[in-house]
C-alpha cells in the first residue's frame, strides 16, 4: 500500500512515476570507457636527470606593483638577508646582491672547486 510521493514543483509538470537512476551502458564492448584516443601519444614524463651538480645559493627577489613602492629582498646561504624599499634603496639592493656573487664566500668555493 504505497502512495506515491507528491513533490509540489512549480512551473514542471507533475510526475507519474519516479525512476531511479541506472548505471550507464560500456562505451565498448569490453565494458571499460577508452582513456585515450587512438593514434594519439600519452605524455611520457621525462627521465630523472642526474644534473650538474649546481643548485641556487642566492635569491633576489623584486616586488614592484604598479604605484606602489618597490621592495627588494636579497638573501643568500652565506647568511645575508637584507631588504629593502623605495626605488633607490631598491637599485642599490639589487646592485649590491649583483656585486655579492663575486664576494660570496660559498660561490667562490664552488668556482675554485670546478676549476
Request: aromatic content about 0%; overall charge negative.
Given at each position: 500500500?504505497?502512495?506515491?510521493p507528491h513533490f509540489p514543483l512549480e512551473g514542471h509538470p507533475p510526475t507519474s512515476?519516479?525512476?531511479?537512476a541506472e548505471p550507464a551502458p560500456p562505451?565498448?564492448?569490453?565494458?571499460?570507457p577508452k582513456v585515450v584516443a587512438e593514434g594519439v601519444p600519452t605524455a611520457v614524463r621525462p627521465e630523472q636527470q642526474t644534473g650538474d651538480g649546481r643548485h641556487p645559493i642566492a635569491w633576489l627577489t623584486i616586488t614592484a606593483p604598479r604605484g606602489?613602492?618597490?621592495t627588494v629582498t636579497s638573501i643568500c646561504q652565506c647568511g645575508r638577508n637584507l631588504f629593502a624599499a623605495g626605488h633607490h634603496k631598491a637599485l642599490a639592493l639589487i646592485?649590491?646582491?649583483?656585486?655579492?656573487k663575486t664576494r660570496c664566500p660559498l660561490r667562490?668555493?664552488?668556482e675554485g672547486a670546478a676549476a
Open positions: 500500500m504505497s502512495t506515491t512515476r519516479l525512476r531511479l562505451v565498448s564492448g569490453s565494458g571499460a606602489a613602492t618597490p646592485a649590491d646582491h649583483t656585486d655579492h667562490a668555493d664552488q
